[in-house]
């Protein structure tokens, strides 16, 4: 048997699960978990279902394509646990990269990662040991800035690329890119309560004695860190953290915040409802 | 319209999805929430609905019978937020029944409370202020604690209670009991890692110097403190508490978890696979 | 024996706990707990001593008045227990004040409240039930507003108030006032990552899909939630919380976190350092 | 200036805190950091100091030398930040030593790891990677056992080794060697409310249906897993959860819990007052 993952959105109405069930059955599968989620905002209709059957793809797709058509189903079939080809962008902080190559290697992130890209040299080692590939490019201005997209954006057609995730790549993207890989860019930046604008948030968040440090990965849109919130982790400090501990906290909170993001985008359990995200652990 | 919440548990198959999805569509209803699981371990298979729908209970009801009866389904039905008719049993600690009283009056816990029964008289005054009934009877030996638990029973009949919750009722409950109330009768228990026996747990995780306090609710069977867990929490503490705060820090987790778990229960959340539940939160 | 808590707070230099350990000894005490903490930010050195002596209040500010001199400390000495003088605020919302009263008669939090001021009159029975004074006033304009403040400070006045807590009074206080009440203002907000501004921010956090939602106590300075942070607290949410439901967890957390800002205020642990506090947990 | 960390243990008197201050104050020193503790339990008094000072460590131990004698301190002096020499024992499981690794070459956990000792090969690489000596030497026998262990003291003895952590090491440590190591023998295992004995404790703790799994780093004693506790944590899960992946998170937990279970250790910050832990964080 093979087993399936199968989301989509549509227009709430009446009937979809009763639609979507009848072609599972016909198929001869059975429904090993399944999620929905109605929308009072938007008023669309959002829905994962992991299916086992002996059906291939073309009759499980066969079996859906009437349903598909008449409540215009935008519709995604994948086989669940099958890698993401997903490309990974850093600078020089080893983290989040190093969080995300050990849990791949350990069978906890469903990812495979054709390439690590950089504007430093300083972690090709650390992507050498995990026998990724590892490519550096300066970037210092607009010319080699937008070489660089444009390496990225060869790389994305070339490994026909999934996901790219920017794992404390401290570069702003450019409107031109968020808008080529919207909805498939996650970024991680680093949360506070309350917020703090300008450079090094972690030396404000000092001065201001915050008790809460965390981290928060969200989709890139060409407004930089604004765009819809996938996951967010807190942890407590106390006013005997220096800046340089309140870093390497926040280090922590980042790296595994994004590779939850990272896991549950693989499993086809983030979807968009407008400026928020429905997220189906 | 009316709102109806449906629960059901059955021998997992292919085709109850779509099934139960046909009966709501022929009761004109839609779905609005919907959760499901399949046990790997027993090959049982949960579901909890919210349906909208102009059906009345007796044409819901028709639409059922015939997935009931094919499926074998254990069914229930009920109206969305009807308030569950609950009996409170207490002692004299107030944190549990002042947390489940505010709640209620709040609006946040959809329970009725008929009656607080106690074996002293301490919280006639906190139930008093809530307008809920109050009944304390000694409990000093087996005949006094036989006449409370068939006052209890008879309390049980009488209002057709649906839960009974000990909120830090300070006597062990017959089998005979347990077993006339299985899969309504919850209770709170503090929560050790590791765990204590014996008497004044509080203060050998003091001389133990355990880092974490917390709570779990759990139904009760006659195996007391080990029916199947509906919720735990904890809390973080350090060698600087003294056995008194410890008490203080585990009646907050306690408060909490237990109206957590009740809420559940009265939304039909908790269902029995076993030893465990499955909560559709 | 009496049992005495000081607090004090002076330029950083070398000496000052020999210092006053030594004026400890020689009132004839046993230090029972002690925490210090030097601000590198300002250069200021922060202590709380809990002390057991046979001296009286006499004795022992003579025993510390040389280092007092010597130092230039900016001390207080207190019994360790006494319930603080607060005054509470608020307007309709019940869940902060329920929470403070419960602790407070559980023995929990230190404090004693001669009254409680509200804009409404619905926690009138609230008050009430715990047999704490009750006051409503109106406001509706300027001059009922200066009314109601000008009631306030005669408060503070006639009942040696010790701290004025807004538990939920959703007025702004004037500039006049927050001078006046500084260092002894706490007050109670909702907070989210990333921060919302703005009327209904709940309701922005929804529609935004935020994953943590929580509390912040704070000091109130004329910049109005802009104050020193004292404590915060989150709770994890997700995509199926209504506007409604996120309102009553938000509840849950602003209250848990009053409470502890005030028994950490009343136990004499929270220290101003600038822009932030030292909290002696 | 030199940057000294000083721990001492002694029977509670009054005086202490002025003496050792005093012997501060007489080498020129100045305290940057204190933290103290009188335990009511066994009678003992705890301190540790940072103190910058420009005087040596021969000039700093004659300053302390009357202190010691007097008050019969246990006493310890180190310099602050110094590695601790860690030997790690380990077996297949990767995790918690990808961890310590990957923190201590960040610059995150003080200490410095001569050699990692297996009872099987498969972590060589990952080792490796980090340039840290590696052996195997297979387990299969009580010979073999005894000759594992007996290696271990003399590379205890030839590195001057100060700690011996056990990263997922899946052996039992004879109770010769908890003595020969007792209070530098720190271990992880995960943790469940309630507890579970036996084989495969992630099955029972799935068929139970906990709700929350975790890790305690403690104390080797010859009573396993009994030793006094240095740190937990816990996280959330639910019914929907496969033995597999509560594996998988308790793993998370173990790493981060153990990580920082050394270097609370390493820095001193840990002491024992009879079964438990005291930890000046």
Redesign the interface.
């Known amino acids: 048997h093979n087993h399936w993952v199968l989301t989509f959105v549509c227009a ?4 979809i ?2 639609a979507v ?2 072609a ?2 016909a198929s ?11 929308s ?2 938007t008023g669309r209709f959002f829905m994962r279902l992991q299916v086992e059957t002996p059906a291939t793809r073309a009759e499980l797709e066969a079996a859906f394509a009437p349903v598909v058509e008449r409540y215009d189903l935008d519709f995604r079939l994948d086989v669940v646990g099958r890698p993401l080809r997903t490309l990974v962008l850093v600078s020089t902080a ?2 989040c990269l ?1 969080d995300m190559l ?1 849990r791949q290697r ?1 069978g ?1 992130l469903p990812v495979e990662i054709p390439l690590v890209m950089s504007n430093h040299g300083v972690l090709r ?1 650390l992507a050498g ?1 995990y026998d990724v590939p590892f490519e550096a490019h300066p970037v210092t201005d607009p010319a080699s800035k937008a070489a660089f997209e444009d390496r990225v954006m060869r790389v994305v057609e070339e490994h026909d690329i999934e996901l790219v995730v920017l794992a404390r790549y401290m570069q702003i993207i450019s409107p031109e890119l968020c808008e080529r890989l919207a909805g498939r860019l996650i970024n991680i930046h680093h ?5 703090f604008k300008g450079a090094n948030p972690y030396k404000q968040a ?7 440090i ?1 981290a ?1 990965a969200h989709f890139v849109t060409s407004d930089l860190d ?1 765009g ?7 942890v407590r400090v ?3 953290r ?1 800046p340089a501990e309140l870093v ?1 906290i926040g280090q ?1 909170e980042e790296s ?1 915040t994004l590779s939850t993001a990272v896991k549950w985008f693989a499993e086809d359990r983030v979807l968009l ?7 189906f ?1």
């Open positions: 709430d109405q009446p009937g699960v009763h069930s009848g599972v059955v001869g599968g059975n429904i090993t978990e399944s999620q929905q989620f109605s009072a905002d080893a983290h190093n050990f350990a906890q080692d040991f949360s506070f309560l309350p917020g000092h001065a201001r004695g915050v008790k809460l965390g928060t604004e819809p919130i996938i996951e967010q982790n807190v106390d006013h005997t220096t390497s922590d595994r409802d407008g400026a928020r995200t429905i997220i652990r």
